[in-house]
């Protein structure tokens, strides 16, 4: 678990060698300490050579991590899928870091983009709270190439990548809201369709997190506006007892299902799903799989391709055709958002409401549902 992993350590992949003197990391393909020699050069994990044998990567990469950190099974670790697949078809070599917080972003981008040895080729920014920091570094390293996920970065050195939650997160909500008002039961939940409450567990409040609850919202309300949807803010992507918290407290007020968009978080809402013979939405990555444990109550997963981003930043660097300067926007009709039914029991779901959530898609994409951005709330 995260919590019994030494945070104050630079990650390093297998055989690449870390930054001297960045610290506040841990975990990840192997560790490397303080005293590391950033000249090393290994053909193993994290440095292997360039796709024509030679010994020099046809690019370094430097990622800096959301805060909650890898391990999460969600946000951070899909991003990290992007890196493992660059490192798989390009032979890149990577360097990877965790903050505990949101104060030292600045100073990770700062030694990455500093950085002479190695030289970073990309640096890697996952997370929109990374935003603010990003935007001071980088004019501060205008021959560094950078780019983030989840924020707009207004720089010609910056590749901005966005997603459109809401537009996935409508498909969970019409699904959220067919299964509550009908009698289903399968792997560990049943539903109570008297009830007709589903529940929504946010991570940090903000702009994105407010994305998915507005797509879910509306989703909810195209299929039945009676339904009534619960919403809880922990204010934190790795707090499973949290989670798990809010998340009995909706199905123990007739909640049928919780969809959830806080990263590790999310653990504990899939704990009350099985506690209280409810079921569960995912995120980022197909959660089925990687929280399998709770495959009999994780219904679908909206995944949300940051592996995409990161990748195909990676492949543009190492074409010489960074996208500084422009923004790309992942949505339905890309493939950047879907939803992706449970491994378990998602073939449970019986055909009408797959059916209802498969015409949303093509009515979202055909412009025929415009999906909101915002919450009533804001």
């Known amino acids: 678990m995260r919590a019994d992993i030494d945070r104050r350590r630079f990650l390093t992949a297998a055989g690449s060698a870390g930054l001297v003197g960045l610290a506040g990391c841990s975990g990840g393909p192997s560790e490397g300490g303080d005293d590391a020699d950033a000249s090393d050069e290994s053909d193993g994990d994290g440095s292997s050579g360039g796709e024509d044998g030679s010994s020099e990567p046809p690019a370094t990469i430097g990622i800096v991590y959301s805060d909650g950190g890898l391990g999460d099974n969600s946000f951070n670790d899909a991003a990290q899928q992007g890196l493992f697949q660059a490192e798989s078809e390009y032979g890149i070599a990577y360097d990877e870091s965790q903050p505990e917080g949101t104060g030292e972003f600045n100073d990770f981008q700062q030694r990455y983009a500093g950085s002479t040895d190695p030289d970073y080729d990309l640096v890697s920014c996952i997370g929109f709270n ?63 369709p008297d009830s007709a409450t589903v529940g929504f567990v946010g991570g940090v409040d903000s702009p994105v997190i407010r994305r998915f609850q507005a797509g879910y919202e509306a989703g909810v309300a195209h299929v039945d506006a009676d339904v009534d949807v619960v919403v809880s803010y922990v204010g934190s992507y790795a707090d499973p007892t949290g989670g798990q918290e809010a998340a009995l407290s909706m199905y123990q007020n007739g909640a049928d299902v919780v969809y959830h968009a806080s990263g590790a978080t999310g653990v504990g809402v899939f704990q009350a799903a099985q506690q209280e013979g409810r079921f569960a939405f995912g995120v980022d990555l197909d959660q089925s799989v990687t929280e399998s444990e709770f495959a009999d109550v994780i219904v679908a997963s909206m995944v949300k391709r940051v592996d995409t981003a990161v990748y195909e930043s990676i492949g543009n660097v190492i074409d010489g055709e960074h996208q500084g300067g422009s923004s790309t926007a992942l949505g339905l009709e890309s493939n950047g958002v879907e939803c992706v039914y449970g491994q378990e029991i998602g073939d449970s779901v019986p055909e009408p409401i797959a059916t209802a959530v498969a015409d949303a898609r093509e009515e979202i994409i055909a412009g025929d549902i415009d999906v909101p951005t915002e919450t009533d709330g804001n």
Do not use: C, K, W
């Not at 501060?140 to 966005?162: G, H, L």
């Open 130 to 192: 990374q935003t603010d920091a990003l935007a001071e570094n980088a004019p501060q390293f205008p021959e560094q190439d950078f780019m983030i996920v989840d924020s707009v970065v207004d720089e010609p050195n910056v590749a901005s990548y966005v997603f459109r939650e809401h537009e996935g997160s409508f498909l969970m909500g019409v699904l959220a809201a067919r299964l509550s008002t009908t009698s289903f039961a399968a792997g560990a939940g049943e539903t109570d």
